[in-house]
Structures are given as C-alpha cells and as structure tokens.
C-alpha cells in the first residue's frame, strides 16, 4: 500500500513556502500526498488520516504536528528550514535521498515518551492534553515568585518557591530543560524529568524519577498569574488551588531519524556537546 503523507510548513521561516510546494508536488508525482496546509490547522491534519507528516521549519513545527495529533500519533519527519533544529534530522536533499529508505524500515521511527496532562481547578473543571516534550508550570503576569506543592505517587515530595517548575521528557531534556541546568536524557530513556525554574532555595535540585511514577504540582493559594505551558505550544492559565497531574502516556511521539546520521551527531555538531569551546 503507498504510504499516505501529509506536509506542514512554518511560512514564517525563509524558503519554507518554496520548499513546501516542490515538495507537494514531488510527492503527488508518486502518488504519496495525501494533503498539506501551510497553516498547520490541526482539524486539516487530522481529517487527512496520514501515515506519515513531513513538517517543514524547526523543532518548533514538529512539535506543533504532534500536538495536533494528540493520542493519534503517526511518524514526523523533521526537515530543518531554521537555525538549531535539533529534533528536524534532514534537509531537503536528504528527505529526497532517504524517504524509500525511510518509509521501508520501521527501525528508522524513534519510539519516545510523552506525557498525559490533566489540569483540574479547584472547583473540578478538568482540562487534558498531552506534552511531547515538556510541562512547564511557571510564573506570568504580574511575575511574582509563586509557591508550588509537588506530589509524587500520592505523596508529598516537596514545597517549591520560585519562577516555577519544568517536568520534562527525555526528548525535551535538551530544551527548556537543559537551559535552566537539568540533566540531558537519551530520547530512548523512559522516564520524567523534575527541574525547578530559579528556586529560592539552595536544596532544590532537578531529578529524575522513574517512567510509572505519577506527578501532581499544586498551586498554592499565594500564586497568582501561573500559566501551565505544554511544549511551548499551549498556554493556560490557571489559578490557586489547581493541580496539574503529569504521567506517562500510553501513546508515543514518533519521530524519523535520518539514517546518514548517527545517534549522538545532533547532541555534538548542533549542541556542541563535549567539545571544547575555547
């Protein structure tokens, strides 16, 4: 069966439209299209029921793809078409050079954790969602400290003051989480990474627990203007006396490596990881 292929575009990056276009038609010629929408419109991609999404721009298009996707997860493939680009493994040339062999071994699609989100106010309104790669809950307007109470497995494990806190997958341990010092995680690693954003505190560190292990974050009555940020794709406010729960989701995010490409190239050529700087 020819594998159906759909194509979203950030417009807003250089070359994105042209690249977009020939593209489409490249993979119309082979009968592959099955849609495109340089939107992005979740409900376009969704109707369209690809088996696999080409998303053209950065990480933060990829990650645009898979939120619209929710639980319906199919293989991304990330084309670079803005600076860093870390989790976009291709360029247009190798995206044409590769895809028969990409589409042909399943062994190219990186299987990795994602989180459930499930956001319950304090009068038992209940919103869900998923993270790919992280669930941030930090300070907003009128940016002051706030007060955070974290749960784990039903038990207390810590009261936070600060800019707030990052919950993280190993795939988004090398975003928001490794700039505010946490730890980098290999993608295929199951497990939840905890970092606390600016504590006031010398004694909070971040840590990493295990893939079963079930989250909650309260908001203490103090905080006021917290918004939880889902792979800085989704922002909702929420209010004191809120709790945000965190677990590993049964479905997971996919994600096509470039086969040219070893494991660890992305974390030393694009990161610059272990190399000295001087």
């Not at 340089?38 to 645009?64: F, K, M, Q, S």
């Not at 707030?164 to 010092?181: F, K």
């Not at 309260?218 to 729960?245: A, C, K, M, N």
Request: glycine share 8%; with cysteine; proline share 6%.
């Amino acid at each position: 069966m020819t594998p159906r292929i759909f194509i979203i575009g950030n417009a807003s990056k250089p070359r994105v439209v042209e690249v977009f276009h020939r593209l489409s038609e490249w993979l119309e010629t082979k009968g592959m299209l099955v849609g495109n929408d340089l939107n992005g419109r979740p409900e376009t991609l969704n109707a369209a029921r690809p088996d696999y999404v080409i998303a053209l721009g950065g990480d933060g298009t990829i990650l645009h793809a898979g939120q619209a996707m929710q639980h319906r997860q199919v293989p991304i493939i990330g084309v670079n078409m803005g600076k860093l680009g870390y989790l976009a493994d291709f360029d247009e040339a190798e995206l044409q050079q590769h895809l028969e062999q990409v589409l042909a071994n399943p062994n190219l699609v990186s299987r990795r954790m994602m989180f459930d989100v499930r956001i319950v106010s304090s009068e038992g309104e209940a919103w869900e969602g998923v993270a790919l790669n992280d669930c941030v809950i930090r300070v907003g307007a009128p940016f002051r400290t706030v007060g955070l109470e974290l749960q784990i497995d039903d038990r207390p494990l810590c009261t936070l003051a600060g800019d707030g806190v990052i919950l993280a997958t190993p795939t988004g341990s090398t975003a928001h989480n490794m700039s505010c010092g946490g730890p980098i995680v290999e993608p295929g690693v199951e497990a939840i990474i905890v970092t606390p954003m600016g504590p006031h505190s010398f004694t909070h560190r971040p840590v990493v627990v295990s893939r079963s292990s079930r989250m909650c974050i309260r908001t203490l009555s103090q905080s006021d203007g917290v918004v939880t940020v889902l792979d800085g794709q989704r922002v909702l406010q929420v209010y004191p006396d809120t709790r945000i729960y965190v677990s590993k989701s049964k479905s997971f995010f996919q994600l096509v490596r470039n086969p040219a490409r070893r494991s660890w190239d992305t974390l030393i050529t694009k990161l610059k990881w272990g190399q000295n700087v001087t």
